[in-house]
């Protein structure tokens, strides 16, 4: 089965620093995004990425967030000048369109500590 | 803002018997979706329930959408060990043109031999 692969698996960051998520897609799929998940907490949305820009993204995702996709295979989460309360479990996601547009694949996760 | 309500959040039953988890939204959705995460892990796609009155099936799992009463069940037939995880719902708002998943806490649910 196709899958959405993520790096790194954990990550642990001094405050202050920038940290940079990344994700391949499953490789025809057109919509991406980012969810994390703190610790013992309900999964959260960040953002939608189609077409090469931003469709939709929630009140976390501040000045402090952004999305790429650099080339045509990743699509990257940069936190600037991360924070505590960033420590969380980072999903990327994504999804094609056509028939099979309401399946919605998850990576294994990057789990981000900030101490 | 769409509110999604799952209950119970903590269920711990026998092995062999049978439960519901009860999913309630806000607003008016078209898409509802079911993931199961173990510990530590990523999110399993279950159930993608579409329409009103739409009832999937996989095993011992089965899901059922009322869009009416804005509600979908995850009913659980002769409960095993291996079913013991988190199970979350999650909704896309269709007012809008959202595509983000909006989920609800989970259900932590322990299956005791």
């Known amino acids: 089965e196709p899958e959405v692969t993520q790096t790194p698996s954990h990550q642990v960051t001094q405050m202050g620093q920038e940290v940079i998520l990344r994700c391949v897609p499953i490789s025809n799929h057109l919509y991406f995004y980012w969810y994390r998940q703190i610790l013992g907490q309900k999964v959260e949305f960040l953002v939608s990425f189609y077409n090469n820009e931003i469709s939709e993204k929630s009140e976390i995702f501040d000045d402090q967030f952004s999305v790429e996709r650099p080339d045509g295979s990743n699509f990257t989460l940069k936190i600037r000048s991360t924070k505590l309360e960033d420590s969380a479990m980072y999903f990327c996601a994504s999804r094609t369109s056509g028939v099979l547009r309401n399946t919605i694949y998850f990576g294994e996760g990057s789990w981000l500590t900030v101490v | 803002e769409l509110k999604v309500e799952q209950n119970p959040l903590f269920l711990s039953m026998q092995e062999g018997k049978n439960y519901t988890i009860y999913c309630n939204y806000s607003?008016?959705?078209?898409?509802l979706y079911w993931y199961r995460q173990d510990p530590g892990k990523s999110l399993e796609s279950l159930f993608v329930?579409?329409?009103?009155?739409a009832v999937k099936q996989e095993g011992r799992l089965m899901a059922s959408l009322d869009t009416k009463a804005r509600l979908s069940t995850l009913h659980i037939t002769a409960a095993v060990h291996d079913l013991s995880a988190t199970y979350f719902c999650a909704v896309v708002d269709s007012g809008g043109g959202a595509d983000g998943l909006t989920f609800g806490k989970g259900t932590h649910l322990i299956i005791q031999p």
């Open positions: 607003t008016t959705s078209d898409r």
């Open positions: 329930l579409l329409s009103n009155g």
